[in-house]
């Protein structure tokens, strides 16, 4: 069976704008962020919505910027598909994080898999979001849809897309889309086969070798 999956990152926020370290924090779009996503739907950068499942991850920011590209359609929550929760480093800036010992280790790269106190590990995470898309796939395939579309995060969408394609980017981050951009996924019988943009990501879609056929 062959499906497309699409994932929209949500707008930007009061943390994007400022960079400041958030996931499990519940920030609203900005003004600014709305208005950029209004333009992009008027501009018909995002995908029909007919025919397809759609979701959002529950988080304030993908409700408000589901509504802002699809009204009041019907859609699913998938939970597992929140962003990272930092801890006891949400809402902290880079400065504040790197006069913390295990932050500035965090950020120097000298953790392999860090966990955040009061929030996820990095192994939790990966776990998590993994078996989110793999719910809404599956959903589709046994109701017989081929197009599924997910307002979620920049963070869970970089590690899925790195997950999919490991050859395409030399860096996870590379992925990460602007905000209201993402990425589109063809699947064929639940392998990856290629992908491509919504917007400006982190790089210009193309087909990728399924490792089945290697």
Known sequence: MRQIVYLIRHGHTAGTEQNIMYGATELPITEEGLREIHRMAAQEVYPDPQDAILYTSGMLRTEQTFEA???DAEHSVEPLLRE???GKFEMMTIDEI???DYGKAWLRGEIGEPEFEGGDSIDGFRT???QGL???IQEATERGVDRIIAVIHGGVMSYLMQSLFPDAMEDMWEWTP???CGYSIELQDDIP???GTIGICGGMGHPVRSKKND
Do not use: A, H, K
Request: proline share 5%; glycine share 10%.
């Open 84 to 86: 990272i929760n930092f």
């Open 193 to 195: 086969v290629s992908w």
């Open 98 to 100: 790197l006069n913390d």
């Open 178 to 180: 602007f905000p209201g």
């Open 69 to 71: 590209i699809y009204g």
């Open 134 to 136: 793999r719910e809404i």
């Open 128 to 130: 998590r979001v993994s």
